[in-house]
Every structure is written in structure tokens, then in C-alpha cells.
């Protein structure tokens, strides 16, 4: 996985025309939270964290089968960076999956319309499998809820676990995650913007007021 | 979008989303346990048939039940109407009912737009920003949209790709609301239409619409990358429309000979039921080139995607 350099990320001139179309203002006004080459290495650590949690998992009933569950947009694109890191420093390749959760959200009939995001079912399924899911933002813990009864529906795992980039605080559900790559203390006024290479242009975290948005 | 009721309220980008939609929730259902999301748990969806339908029907009310919805079931030989109730009273029970979408199956064209406009008075009257949303499941020989958009899908799925496509309809065009709803929203989504039918099987002002009229099968069969079979609807025949149903095979009917005239890529579709024999020979309607239980298929997916679209979301406000 290729990190761009962080003074190439801050600089706006090595910027595509993709990246500048999501995000000028929260460059110019937002604070930087993570900058690409911490989100590289956040991803990394969280991928050591994952290997070394699982490992000890499996001493005590054989091993399982370890399937990392991205939530879209951007928590399929970390659990595809997650899994490739997870290859590379155990030699053993989790299985990848993606569930949209747009179906099993509980403010359906209050928020506008919004449409479906992939989803997919690894291979062999998720029955007796310790499940990753793995999420950008942590948040009032209602994505994660509806996640977990969505993943009731595709079979039963042994255990899931939860993995997120940035844990901002706010929770409104009795949810906590068990890989966190950043605690932020936020308001509810400030919003942070996750930005991935793959839809983006570029790494990089940054909080910023919500109006701007 | 408050109802579905014609495909010509749908444009390139409105119908392709539907489109993709349906292909997501074939993807969400993928692999899974159990075929039961909670989407639209607490919902009702009432199928509203005075025509007899199988297909249809139950492609809804699974569709309904997969999404957790409460579906009922209303036809017209089991209830009041049997007893001489108007539509505008039944639509107004239902309304009163408590149904939030009522997918309607009449056979006079133009029924689905009148309930519509009543619920939307009645919503209005009591002050309510909207009221049930309303799916034409089929209005006499008017349009059948959620047909012709399972069709649309099939077709993208076999196809890759519908612009540019020559897409061949064949068969009773005058008695079809499957030919009139696909007619419109192919040319919408940039495919050439070309019909095939008798002259006796055309509607008055197909020269307006957006596709060619022609009468020789064999001669549009070569260039064609999809056929699509019409049924012959005998019941909406009250006259000879044409000689025999011999003659109308020999000329008009899919047989394996004119089988073998198509490109290798074509599909051959049939929105169903099949008069196998008659307008298309039975070995054709299981041959490979078929795409017929595919669109069954796609039907429950796509309608999944219409009550999603209709049901879900906060509806913006009716001034």
C-alpha cells in the first residue's frame, strides 16, 4: 500500500482534481488530525493489534477463521488496507467482506432517502468466524448497532470485534470499539472528515465545524 | 417520487438508479441466512388485483415480506367489489385501513393515476403531507412499469449495457401495457425499438412512438440483441384479430428455426404467461437464449427497489 508523503498531502499543488472537488474547505479551516502518513501507520499498528488479539483468541479453542467486515464507504476501503497489512506482517490472509447497513437503520423513516451501498458475503460465510468490522468514524454507536443485526442475518460468528479509525465520543448505545486508531474529543458542533487515497485523492483526518460540511 | 405510476415519469438517471438499486439488493441477499431484512418493519403494503396475476403478485408480496413489511393481499373476486363496491369506496377503505402502499392491478387504463389522485386529496384533507404511495401494477392496455423495468434489468444483465442495444418486441403490441411501458422506458435508457405485429395488433399513434414498425419477423431477427415475446390476451380480444392461431404462429411465432437466425449474444425474453406452442415454441422458452425465469427473478429484486424507493426516506414536504 502506497502512503503518500505527508508534506506531498499538505501541499495543494500534487493534489488531483478529484480530491479538491471533496474537500477545499475542510484543508483550508479544518485542523489535521491524522496526516496521510498517520493514517499509514494507524492502519498498521491496528493490523499488529488485530494479529495479536486473534492469536491469543485461538490458544484457547483451536483458531478461528478471522473475517474483517468493512462497513461502506469508507470502512470497506480500511478493512481491503487492513487485511493487505494483516498479510503482510503474519503471512495469513483474512477473509474480506462489506455490509451496507442503510437497510438496517432505525432512522429510515426520518432522514431522506439515501441509496444502497455494496455488500458482500465472504466466501465460507461468517458462521463460527471471530468478525472485524471495521468502520472510519465511531460515532453515537447506531451504525455499529445496526451492523450487528445485520451480521445476525448473515450467520452466526463466535465472536465480533470492532476496529475504527477514529473514535470521536457521543455515544448513545452501550457500544465500544476494541481497535480504536485514535481517541478525539470532539463537540457535537465539529464533524471530522475521514479522506482515503481510493476516494479522495489523499490520506488524512480532519475535524471541522459541521456547517461547513 | 411519490408513486410509480408511469415509466415516463422516469428519466435516464431516475431509472438506471433503480436499476442499480435492484443489483444491490440482489448483493445484500447474496449468501445469507436468513432472506429477511428489517427495512420496513411496521409497514403495510397492500396488493390491490382486480386481475387475475401470479407472477406479479407474489413478486411483490415477497418482495413486501423480504423487506419485513406486512403485506395483505386484496383481489377483486374474494372481496366487496364482488359485491358491486365502486374503486373510489374500496381505495378509501384501504386509505382508512392504514396502508402506506397500495400496488394496484386494474384492468381499465388509468385507474392506478385516479386512486393516486384521490389518496393525495384525502392525505391533503386531513393535513397530512402524503398519503399511501401508489404502484401501477398493471393498468389495462396502458403500462405495466415495474415490468418493463425487470425487463430493463435482464437486459443490462445479459447484455452489458442497454444504449445502443436493438431490441425487437413481437407479438400483440395493441393489448400490451408490457409493450407500451417498455417501448418508452427502452428509448429512455437509449436503446432502438423496433415492434413487430400485425396491423391488426398495432395501437392507433404508434407512429409517435419512439420505435419502428415492422412486420416481418425473420427480416429484424438477424440484427436483433434482444427478443421480447408478447402474450396473445385473448381475453381483450373481442373480435378476429387475426385469422387463426395457426397463422398467427406461422408468422409471428419464436419457433427454433427463427431461433437459429439470432446473433449468438441475443436473449430472448417473455414477460409471462407463455402460451408455448402458439407464440413461442417450447423448446425455445427452455433453450439457453432465454431469459425468462431470470426476470422473475429480477422482478422481486427490482420491486424490493421500488418499495425501498417509496416507502423509505422522509418524504419531502407536498405544498
Do not use: C
Not at chain 2, 432502438?192 to 419512439?210: F, I, K, M, N
Not at chain 2, 429484424?220 to 385469422?243: K, Y
Amino acid at each position: 500500500m502506497a502512503v503518500p508523503g505527508d508534506r506531498a498531502a499538505k501541499s495543494g499543488a500534487a493534489e488531483t482534481t478529484h480530491s479538491q472537488r471533496h474537500t477545499p474547505e475542510w484543508v483550508a479551516t479544518g485542523r489535521e488530525l491524522l496526516s496521510a502518513s498517520d493514517v499509514g501507520r494507524t492502519i498498521a499498528r491496528i493490523a499488529h493489534q488485530i494479529i495479536e488479539k486473534t492469536a491469543l483468541d485461538s490458544d484457547e479453542a483451536g483458531s478461528p477463521r478471522v473475517v474483517l467486515i468493512g462497513i461502506p464507504t469508507r470502512g470497506t476501503t480500511l478493512a481491503a488496507r487492513l487485511t493487505d497489512k494483516i498479510e503482510e506482517f503474519s503471512g495469513v490472509r483474512p477473509a474480506l467482506g462489506s455490509l451496507d447497513i442503510t437497510l438496517y437503520r432505525d432512522d429510515l423513516r426520518s432522514r431522506p432517502h439515501r441509496p444502497l451501498e455494496r455488500t458482500s458475503v465472504p466466501e465460507g460465510g461468517i458462521e463460527d468466524a471471530l468478525v472485524v468490522l471495521v468502520d472510519d468514524v465511531l460515532f453515537s454507536g447506531r451504525t455499529v448497532r445496526s451492523a450487528l443485526d445485520g451480521l445476525r442475518d448473515l450467520g452466526r460468528p463466535r465472536s465480533v470485534q470492532l476496529a475504527v479509525l477514529i473514535d470521536r465520543g457521543h455515544r448513545e448505545l452501550p457500544i465500544r470499539a476494541d481497535f480504536v486508531g485514535k481517541n478525539v474529543p470532539t463537540s457535537r458542533a465539529e464533524d471530522i472528515s475521514v479522506l482515503l487515497t481510493e476516494h479522495d485523492g489523499r490520506d488524512g483526518v480532519y475535524l471541522h465545524q459541521e456547517a461547513e460540511a | 417520487m411519490r408513486h410509480l405510476l408511469s415509466v415516463t415519469d422516469l428519466d435516464r438517471a431516475a431509472a438506471s438508479e433503480l436499476l442499480d438499486e435492484a443489483e444491490r439488493f440482489e448483493q445484500a441477499l447474496l449468501g445469507r441466512e436468513v432472506h429477511k431484512l428489517p427495512t420496513l418493519r411496521g409497514r403495510t403494503v397492500m396488493t390491490v388485483f382486480y386481475e387475475n396475476s401470479t407472477r406479479t403478485r407474489v413478486s411483490f408480496e415477497v418482495a413486501g415480506k423480504w423487506m419485513s413489511a406486512d403485506v395483505i393481499n386484496v383481489s377483486a373476486s374474494s372481496s366487496s367489489v364482488s359485491k358491486g363496491e365502486s374503486l373510489r369506496d374500496t381505495a378509501l377503505t384501504l386509505h382508512a385501513a392504514g396502508a402506506d402502499a397500495l400496488i394496484v392491478r386494474h384492468p381499465a387504463s388509468g385507474a392506478a393515476h385516479q386512486i393516486a389522485h384521490w389518496m393525495d386529496g384525502w392525505a391533503r384533507a386531513e393535513g397530512r403531507s402524503s398519503g399511501p404511495a401508489i404502484v401501477n401494477a398493471g393498468d389495462g392496455m396502458h403500462e405495466h412499469p415495474t415490468q418493463a423495468l425487470l425487463d430493463a434489468l435482464t437486459l443490462r444483465q445479459r447484455l452489458g449495457d442497454i444504449e445502443g442495444k436493438r431490441v425487437v418486441i413481437v407479438g400483440d403490441i395493441l393489448h400490451s401495457r408490457v409493450a407500451r411501458s417498455n417501448v418508452f422506458l427502452l428509448h429512455t435508457l437509449g436503446a432502438e425499438v423496433v415492434l413487430v405485429a400485425p396491423r391488426t395488433l398495432l395501437p392507433v399513434g404508434v407512429e409517435a412512438w419512439p420505435a419502428r414498425v415492422s412486420h416481418h419477423l425473420d427480416a429484424e431477427l438477424p440484427g436483433a440483441d434482444a427478443v421480447l415475446m408478447l402474450r396473445v390476451q385473448a381475453e381483450r380480444m373481442n373480435g378476429g384479430f387475426f385469422p387463426s392461431a395457426r397463422e398467427y404462429s406461422v408468422n409471428y411465432g419464436l419457433s427454433e428455426r427463427r431461433l437459429a437466425l439470432l446473433a449468438e449474444h441475443a436473449v430472448v425474453m417473455h414477460p409471462g404467461p407463455m402460451l408455448r406452442g402458439m407464440e413461442i415454441a417450447s423448446a425455445v422458452a427452455d433453450s439457453p437464449k432465454a431469459a425468462i425465469l431470470q426476470q422473475v427473478t429480477n422482478g422481486v429484486h427490482l420491486r424490493m427497489a421500488v418499495l425501498f424507493r417509496l416507502l423509505v426516506g422522509a418524504q419531502e414536504a407536498v405544498a
